[in-house]
């Protein structure tokens, strides 16, 4: 038996010797009510009872875990699914419960144990427990880094101690509307508490910010808003006269279906009663709402709608459903307002943003640019905040916003100031039992996904250049500055994804047998969008084989070096560079029009004035040579007397390079 793992009250018990078999099992009668009902919290304190009495079996120590599973008590949970994994007949779904957490707990390395071992036992899940190890790979790497990419600080004067205050959303200039089940009455109405959490139902609260930029007492919402159940993630119009909010109904069923009303779990739990989510909206008339009006495409009987957000200009509604037709658990969507006021059919985001897990609480800031926390790309641990580039379902990469935005835990409900470098979240990283908290953040540097592609420049059947993926090319990649760098080799495809910052440079050394190594120095603008591509083209090592330089062009009978062509040459003075030890033939070709004399002294020149060019940029004189061919090595029929179209004159007018 392992001591380790066993609670103190357990120990106590074993102690004393066994309690009434009949009193424990009336408690865990009891846990296993409250457990089936969905009060987690409740049947926690049950089980806590029994469990003094007597050992748990494997199907109530699966229970207690499940309990703070869902109650987001990731220690306790860790601590519980340990026990678990280790008992006979247990089901293997909790080695992969148990994986998770100990990610959400920060140890990443413990977790891809138990990943592997989840997809030993259950061979089906393989290509998942691969993509859960890897972003624990990703998690260490981005904890490691030296440069944080922004601070991260949880406000004391929004957050109550013990509840769960999260989803801030603008409302207008210098207010938020958030959620909290801090459990206000209103008018004689008492708060009520939800069995799930063993705290009061969800409510909406507005704070203000003063000039100095604190926080005034949060107020909630009229009771026109906050009925009696749970109200949440909330957005409201730029004026601040229309707010759009989720509310949750209890629905009877007898089938599979959503069971938690602040987010959504398996479908597999839930049995008779089922929490759905519907969207509603609201006008403000003076210091009060009018009646709420239900979203359009609300389906309680079918599916939930909820976490809705508005872009700034009010035209677009993105919001979060698992109706059907969707790629995961829950997918996000986004509907047009239509001229007549209306809202139109929803589409959903599409395969960039969705996965097969859960994507939620999307927000769009001031560019109409989409953030949304998802558990199905790859992340640090539950969910995490991601942000996407593109519009409606055309978008074009999704990128993990990162540490310290992210954490380990769950992470979620971004949004910014006016400044678009400071804003809040809402992160349950620093609590224990399971409550969130809302945060502010500063983004120091923000991050960027470079997209290296390394090809090959070969010439086709055409006698034109085309480039074709390389694979595993080596590049050795450092920021431009510190010593330290790092090896890696670009995949199947010449890709290789590695994360960045706007406003840093980065040196790239790519090589690989047979072809001449490359050098690139990648500057990131600040202004550079979320993912930056960059290409490498390499050239095969062989020599007298003639590789063309494109868009080295001169004006008509002169040869001095244009600014279009010296960018070509500084990338062949960056190749000389990358491989100090060849020497090569730099050479220039004509076109067949102009006589034979005049064509081969314009050649000589061109082919001098760029070799000129790359001594000037430091390559050694006697590395080079300059040839001049005129018109006598043409590359396709187009010779005197022949009517050719200019494009094929132009592959006749060429320069290029050979080793020697």
Known sequence: MNFRHIPLYLTAALMLGAAPVAEAQQELRKANKHYEK????????????????????????????????????????????????????????????YAEALRSNGKYEEAKQQYMQWAEEVPQMDERAQHLMASCDKAISWTNQKMPLAEVQRLSGLNIQGFSDFSPMNYGKDAIIFTSDRGVDQEGKSAGTYGWTGRPYLQLFMASRDGNGNWGKPTALHEMINDQYHNATASATEDGQTLYFTRTQLVQQRKSGNADPTSWVDKSQVNEYINRLEIYSSQRRGTTWTEIKPFAFNNVAEYSVGHPALSPDGKIMYFVSDMPGGMGETDIYYTLRQPDGSWGEPVNAGILINTSGRESFPYVDQNGKLYFSSDGHIGMGGLDI???EGKHAAWTAVNNMGHPINSSKHDYGIMFNEDEETGLLSSNRESSNGTDDIYSFKVLQKPVVIAVTTL???QNEQKKNVQLPLPQVQLVIAQQNPNDSSTVLTNTKGQYFMDGRKGNSYVMQGSKQGYLNQHSLVVVPKTAPDTLQVAMVFDRDEKNVAIVLENIYYDLDKWDIRSDAAKELDKLAEVLEANPTIKIELSSHTDSRESLKYNQVLSERRAQAAVDYLIEKGIAKDRLTAKGYGKTRLVNKCTDGVSCPEEMHQQNRRTEFRIK
Do not use: C
């Not at 469990?51 to 306790?76: C, F, G, H, M, N």
């Open 38 to 97: 969905f009060e987690f919290a409740l049947a926690l304190e049950q089980y806590r009872k029994a469990s003094e009495k007597r050992k748990p079996d494997v199907k109530t120590a699966e229970r207690i875990a499940d309990s703070y599973r869902l109650t987001r008590q990731t220690v306790e949970a860790e601590r519980w699914y340990a026990q678990v994994v280790a008992m006979p007949g247990r089901d293997p779904q909790n080695i992969y419960h």
């Open 456 to 458: 090959e420049r070969k």
């Open 386 to 388: 991601f942000a996407a």
